[in-house]
């Protein structure tokens, strides 16, 4: 029985991998690290979820759409359950999803110049930058521009 359970908590996580983060596409929810923990059994499929941020705007909306996908591969009676502690960390994203935040354009957790403490541009790679807000489209990433390619940017905040 202990294979079967594992089987299907895998297969629950692969359909999740099919749902985009809301607010960074190029990534899914599984790999930005806020789906904790998957129980099913035959009455409930429970998948626990950490915010971002405690007050993450997305939050919502990433319990509904996967209420939604579990639906649509006809599991029943699910339960989103909110999970705080431990509290989300860039910690639990691989460096595969920060490589996929970093072509997407995003300078991912911990892309910073050893020697200046400076962003590094995802777009050219250098590390004459500058912090233009503390926070950008979402409170989890900050604006910055590229002194050398002009470009602006976003960087996910290590936290």
């Known amino acids: 029985m202990q294979n079967g359970s594992k089987m299907i908590k895998n297969k629950i996580l692969s359909i999740l991998k099919q749902i985009p983060d809301p607010e960074i596409p190029a990534i899914n929810i599984v790999e930005l690290g806020v789906v904790r923990k998957i129980i099913c059994n035959e009455n409930i499929t429970q998948v626990s979820i950490t915010p971002t941020y405690i007050a993450c705007p997305a939050i919502d909306l990433i319990g509904k759409l996967i209420k939604e996908k579990l639906v649509k591969f006809g599991y029943k009676n699910i339960n989103i359950k909110m999970v705080y502690y431990p509290t989300w960390t860039t910690d639990w994203i691989s460096e595969e999803t920060k490589l996929k935040l970093k072509n997407y354009g995003i300078s991912p957790p911990n892309l910073i110049n050893s ?9 050219c790679n250098s590390n004459n930058t500058s912090l233009k807000s503390f926070f950008s489209s979402t409170p989890c990433k900050s604006l910055h521009k590229c002194n050398d390619c002009i470009e602006p940017f976003e960087y996910f905040k290590c936290i």
């Open 115 to 123: 020697k200046n403490k400076k962003i590094i541009c995802p777009k």
